[in-house]
């Protein structure tokens, strides 16, 4: 399937817009109060895969640079794929950031955090903005290029916290925006996967105060989230919170999720459903 431009008639089937944007200058404060708590043996600690602390850190700001228009990153080159780009250009951020101490870091990380708060706090949700491959539209509405943005710097900030000994954020706004945000996935998760038109699949994430549904629906142009008329779902899948968000950025397999979840009807949907990606992976 190829992404779906900003303009096409299938758009819809992202569902309604999440508006992410007063949740930066929190998730900042939140990574700085994290970050200004750790003891120098901290950012030497595996975070993501071959990554540190101090590289997740840095990696993060070169997401804010990145957004703020002066990442200094390298054009893709020929036959490279989107995911190489990115992995590269990610690995090349952090390796010349590796002197940096953590002080420097952190006011980096403030400065430019803030400036890109303040920049989202005004952006137009309905213009059309950087793809997600994850969902299938390039371009995206900004309002899920904004939103998809708020999950890189949450999940990033989870690595961070698991690292050095602490848990999920339960802090339950931005958790449950990240969530639906991740589930906006569904449609091109499904995209291979068929099923009589009007078939619904639904898919709950939930725990302590956060519960967040998406029912996706089979219909003549693919899967969507669009509102469609009630009723049973074929399949229904529970997830907690904890599992569907590293199910989404591949902290754990589907097979794992698959094993955690509650499934009411049709398990191959439902298996299905369990192999959302909600990052480019």
Same mark, same amino acid.
């Given at each position: 399937?190829?992404?779906?431009?900003?303009?096409?008639?299938?758009? =819809? /089937?992202?569902?309604?817009?999440?508006?992410?944007?007063?949740?930066?200058?929190?998730?900042?404060?939140?990574?700085?109060?994290?970050?200004?708590?750790?003891? +120098?043996?901290?950012?030497?600690? +595996?975070?993501?895969?071959?990554?540190?602390?101090?590289?997740?850190?840095?990696?993060?700001?070169?997401?804010?640079?990145?957004?703020?228009?002066?990442? *200094?990153?390298?054009?893709?080159?020929?036959?490279?794929?989107?995911?190489?780009?990115?992995?590269?250009?990610?690995?090349?951020?952090?390796?010349?950031?590796?002197?940096?101490? +953590?002080? =420097?870091?952190?006011?980096?990380?403030?400065?430019?955090?803030?400036?890109?708060?303040?920049?989202?706090?005004?952006?137009?949700?309905?213009?059309?903005?950087?793809?997600?491959?994850?969902?299938?539209?390039?371009?995206?509405?900004?309002?899920?290029?904004?939103?998809?943005?708020?999950?890189?710097?949450?999940?990033? /900030?989870?690595?961070? /916290?698991?690292?050095?000994?602490?848990?999920?954020?339960?802090?339950?706004?931005?958790?449950?925006?990240?969530?639906?945000?991740?589930?906006?996935?569904?449609?091109?998760?499904? /995209?291979?996967?068929?099923?009589?038109? *009007?078939?619904?699949?639904?898919?709950?994430?939930?725990?302590?105060?956060?519960?967040? =549904?998406?029912?996706?629906?089979?219909?003549?142009?693919?899967?969507?989230?669009?509102?469609? +008329?009630?009723?049973?779902?074929?399949?229904?899948?529970?997830?907690?919170?904890?599992?569907?968000?590293?199910?989404?950025?591949?902290?754990?397999?589907?097979?794992?999720?698959?094993?955690?979840?509650?499934?009411? *009807?049709?398990?191959?949907?439902?298996?299905?459903?369990?192999?959302?990606?909600?990052?480019?992976?």
């Amino acid at each position: 399937m190829s992404p779906e431009p900003l303009g096409a008639p299938g758009i =819809s /089937r992202l569902g309604d817009s999440i508006d992410a944007r007063a949740l930066f200058g929190p998730e900042l404060a939140a990574l700085l109060d994290t970050l200004r708590g750790l003891a +120098p043996s901290d950012w030497r600690r +595996p975070a993501a895969g071959r990554w540190t602390v101090h590289d997740v850190a840095a990696h993060l700001l070169g997401d804010y640079h990145g957004r703020l228009g002066h990442g *200094g990153r390298d054009d893709i080159a020929d036959g490279e794929t989107l995911e190489a780009f990115i992995h590269r250009t990610n690995q090349d951020w952090v390796d010349r950031h590796v002197g940096h101490c +953590p002080a =420097s870091l952190i006011a980096a990380l403030a400065a430019a955090g803030a400036r890109l708060a303040r920049r989202y706090a005004t952006a137009d949700l309905d213009v059309a903005a950087l793809g997600v491959s994850w969902a299938g539209v390039d371009p995206a509405p900004a309002w899920l290029d904004i939103a998809r943005e708020l999950t890189e710097h949450w999940t990033h /900030r989870q690595q961070i /916290r698991h690292a050095t000994g602490r848990g999920t954020d339960p802090e339950p706004r931005a958790l449950a925006t990240v969530l639906d945000t991740f589930l906006r996935a569904l449609p091109h998760t499904l /995209r291979h996967t068929t099923a009589p038109l *009007g078939t619904q699949v639904q898919v709950v994430a939930a725990g302590g105060t956060v519960a967040v =549904s998406r029912t996706a629906t089979a219909t003549a142009g693919g899967w969507s989230l669009a509102p469609a +008329p009630s009723g049973r779902p074929t399949a229904s899948v529970h997830l907690d919170t904890e599992t569907a968000w590293r199910l989404c950025t591949r902290h754990i397999d589907p097979a794992e999720a698959s094993s955690r979840a509650h499934v009411r *009807g049709e398990r191959r949907l439902a298996e299905a459903v369990c192999r959302i990606v909600s990052i480019i992976y």
